[in-house]
């Protein structure tokens, strides 16, 4: 298998923020737009959410042939699409992947009065599928790429990535919500061992989950914890560990702080940083 630029894997990390954007100076190091990576291998892409950190990466992209992964529709999570340029050049053809019945909502958000515009206005040949996520499923091949799904844990429907290419892996946990028993989910552990990279929702630390710090505890809002992420990474012997998904009200400060204590725990993990690429 070969590629334009080398034998490279990229993942680039175009938003790494949960909830909603936070621009500003405390946030200005980790990076303030919400959800979206870019995996590169050559000029072949895959794109998975389409948070806020999409818009930048539309304005850059010189790929005409774009597939884009839903993890679920959640605002913080598909709110920079309409801005993404691509989908007004009539010369691009994008996929656009999502769990089962959230196509139709999708679609809805794409019109008035949501935005000024409506699909049907835009340029460029626009694909919806909707992929199953009941079981381990192998979607497609595409640019070289292979994408499988796990159903996600999170609140409503949402789907786990896991991007294959040559022997290298990255599985996304962008929404996740430890539970107990996953640590007891032979598929569920099947899926991510031994990857090289997983990214981590790492929304909260210990304390503010189980209402230590700051009130009400935060269990049953789809979110995990620093913690338990470096507890599933050992568990399931991933190579690399990155935070994800920053609480909006962790300041860089804060994030640097947690960075440096996870990594004397977890020496393979890093807080993920806006435009951060990570080399497989
Ligand atoms: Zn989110
Ligand atoms: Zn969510």
């Known amino acids: 298998m070969t590629t334009d630029k080398g034998d490279k894997l990229i993942l680039t990390f175009r938003g790494v923020r949960g909830s909603y954007p936070v621009p500003g100076k405390k946030t200005r190091e980790y990076g303030g737009n919400t959800p979206c990576l870019q995996f590169a291998a050559g000029n072949k892409n895959i794109i998975l959410d389409a948070g806020t950190g999409i818009c930048q990466l539309g304005r850059e992209l010189q790929s005409k042939d774009i597939d884009i992964f839903i993890t679920h529709l959640h605002w913080d999570h598909i709110m920079g699409f309409p801005y993404f ?66 159903s996600g844990f999170h609140t409503g429907k949402n789907l786990i990535y896991k991007i294959c290419w040559q022997d290298k892996s990255c599985v996304y946990l962008g929404d996740y919500e430890h539970q107990d028993e996953n640590l007891e989910d032979h598929e569920f552990l099947q899926f991510l061992n031994g990857t090289d990279l997983l990214i981590y929702d790492a929304h909260f630390i210990d304390d503010e989950y189980n209402g230590l710090s700051g009130s009400p505890a935060k269990k049953g809002w789809g979110h995990s914890t620093w913690e338990e992420g470096i507890k599933l990474a050992c568990r399931v012997e991933a190579k690399s560990l990155a ?38």
């Open 243 to 280: 935070f994800f998904h920053h609480a909006p009200e962790r300041t860089d400060k804060e994030l640097k702080e947690l960075e440096s204590w996870a990594k004397g725990e977890l020496a393979t993990s890093f807080a993920a940083k806006e435009g951060l690429c990570f080399k497989f």
């Open 85 to 150: 340029a691509p989908i007004y050049d009539e010369s691009c053809h994008i996929n656009v992947f999502a769990p089962e019945g959230a196509v139709a909502s999708f679609k809805l958000l794409m019109n008035k009065p949501f935005f000024p515009l409506k699909l049907a206005e835009i340029k460029a040949e626009v694909n919806f599928e909707e992929i199953a996520a009941s079981e381990i499923k192998e979607i497609t091949e595409k640019n070289n790429f292979t994408v499988k799904t796990f």
